[in-house]
């Protein structure tokens, strides 16, 4: 709630809690999508840890827009900040 008053986020910034905390972050999704989901064009799901630029939401934007048939797009996965040998391999 401290947030939403920091950023004066009051009606942008939702703090929810599932009814029955199941499935994890299926469960959470599915939870979103039912309660909540028809008031929504779009959805961007992201883990604690994921971050995505503002150029490259605008751009699934823009997919979706243009396909609208699409039912899902998706971005592909890039670790950043990482020494392992997965994240050396997606700098090429």
């Given at each position: 709630?401290?947030?939403?008053a920091?950023?004066?986020?009051?009606?942008?910034?939702?703090?929810?809690?599932r009814?029955?905390r199941?499935?994890?972050?299926s469960?959470?999704?599915?939870?979103?999508?039912?309660?909540?989901g028809?008031?929504y064009s779009?959805?961007?799901v992201?883990d604690a840890?994921?971050?995505?630029s503002?150029?490259?939401?605008?751009?699934?934007?823009?997919?979706?827009?243009?396909n609208?048939?699409?039912?899902?797009?998706?971005?592909?996965?890039?670790?950043?900040?990482m020494?392992?040998?997965?994240?050396?391999?997606?700098?090429f």
């Open positions: 709630m401290e947030l939403i920091e950023v004066q986020g009051e009606g942008q910034i939702f703090y929810r809690r009814r029955r199941v499935k994890r972050k469960g959470n999704i599915d939870d979103f999508c039912r309660r909540w028809s008031q779009y959805m961007v992201l840890d994921s971050v995505m503002g150029e490259c939401l605008s751009g699934l934007v823009r997919l979706m827009e243009a609208p048939n699409a039912g899902i797009i998706q971005s592909s996965p890039r670790a950043s900040g020494d392992t040998l997965y994240a050396r391999c997606q700098q």
